[in-house]
Nanobody, 123 residues
Framework: QVQLVESGGGLVQAGGSLRLSCAAS????????MGWFRQAPGKEREFVAW????????DYADSVKGRFTISRDNAKNMVYLQMNSLKPEDTAVYYC????????????????WGQGTQVTVSS
């Protein structure tokens, strides 16, 4: 069992940066792939990024590649999403997720979810 709590969301102007954090509970955190997803009003939840359990493999959605960076600290049970050059279309609720198997872009395959944190980018 893994419990996830996101933080770091807020309001930022276009071109600005935010760093999201996800605190995970559970002794087996380091064995899970970790991911970030987002959901804007009226839209389906979409993949943003994921990182493998050791951090050696990462994947990004094309829309955020080169602007967002996912990282993890297994010693602290933390996952981060550094978001730079933010755009209004990045506005959404951002969710942290954990997967017992390999990471995937399919949100419905992930096992555990946080409650989400709102990110709003003004133009």
């Amino acid at each position: 069992q893994v419990q996830l709590v996101e933080s770091g969301g807020g309001l930022v102007q276009a071109g600005g940066s935010l760093r999201l954090s996800c605190a995970a509970s559970g002794r087996t955190f380091s064995s899970y792939a970790m991911g970030w997803f987002r959901q804007a009003p009226g839209k389906e939840r979409e993949f943003v990024a994921w990182v493998s359990w050791r951090g050696g493999a990462k994947d990004y959605a094309d829309s955020v590649k080169g602007r967002f960076t996912i990282s993890r600290d297994n010693a602290k049970n933390m996952v981060y999403l550094q978001m730079n050059s933010l755009k209004p279309e990045d506005t959404a609720v951002y969710y942290c997720a954990a997967d017992q198997s390999l990471g995937t872009r399919n949100w419905y395959a992930w096992d555990y979810w946080g409650q989400g944190t709102q990110v709003t980018v003004s133009s």
